[in-house]
Structures are given as C-alpha cells and as structure tokens.
C-alpha cells in the first residue's frame, strides 16, 4: 500500500512561484509513475504533469508547459511540481497521484491507483 502526502501550497499573486511536494510512503516507490491532476471548484479533475518512474519521460498538460517542471527523486521517496509564472486559472486543489501502469497518465485521466489528499493552491490576480 502507498500512501501519497503533499504539501507546499498557498497564496501566490500572479506570476509568483510555489513547489509542491509529494512524498510517499510504502514499498516499491521507485516502480511507480507518478503524477499531478488538479480540480477548481466546479470543474473536473484535470491532468497537470506526469513522470515516469525513471524520470526520465515526463507528460504536460499544454497550457503549463514552459511554466511547470516536474521531477522526482527516489532516494527520498518524493516527487516535486515547481510552478512559475502562476496564473489565476491555475487556481485548484492539486493532486498526487501514483501507478505502476505509466499508460494511465499517458491517457490523462485520473485513473490512478493511488491519491494524496490534495494541497490548495490560489493564485491572486
């Protein structure tokens, strides 16, 4: 069993930073694809950016791509999101999210096996 903890949201004002961190607990962290969804109010779950379990793949949704970097380090058991240039529509709960099968965030549904419990992040205008 894995369990999925992030942290590091908060009150940014636009264009301001945030990382996120996504640590995991359980065996077999380094065999698992990983990835971020985020979910505003309202809407659905919505694909943010995925790794695979080398780090060596990773997926973006477009409209972050050349803001957002994901990566991963499986010494610490821990998956990071750093966002720049933060806009107000990136206002959600964001996600961690967790599969051995890299083919479920390829498909950029929230199909994952595994979820954290989701960190807030609110991005001023």
């Known amino acids: 069993q894995v369990q999925l903890v992030e942290s590091g949201g908060g009150l940014v004002q636009t264009g301001g930073s945030l990382r996120l961190s996504c640590a995991a607990s359980?065996?077999?962290?380094?065999?698992?694809?990983m990835g971020w969804f985020r979910q505003a109010p309202g809407k659905e779950r919505e694909f943010v950016a995925a790794?695979?379990?080398?780090?060596?793949?990773?997926y973006y949704l477009d409209s972050v791509k050349g803001r957002f970097t994901i990566s991963r380090d499986n010494s610490l058991n821990t998956m990071y999101l750093q966002m720049t240039n933060l806009k107000p529509k990136d206002t959600a709960v964001y996600y961690c999210?967790?599969?051995?099968?890299?083919?479920?965030?390829?498909?950029?549904?929230?199909?994952?096996?595994?979820w954290g419990q989701g960190t807030q992040v609110t991005v001023s205008s």
């Open positions: 999210a967790a599969d051995t099968r890299l083919w479920v965030f390829e498909a950029r549904e929230p199909m994952s096996e595994y």
């Open positions: 359980g065996p077999g962290f380094g065999s698992f694809a």
């Open positions: 790794i695979s379990w080398s780090g060596q793949t990773n």
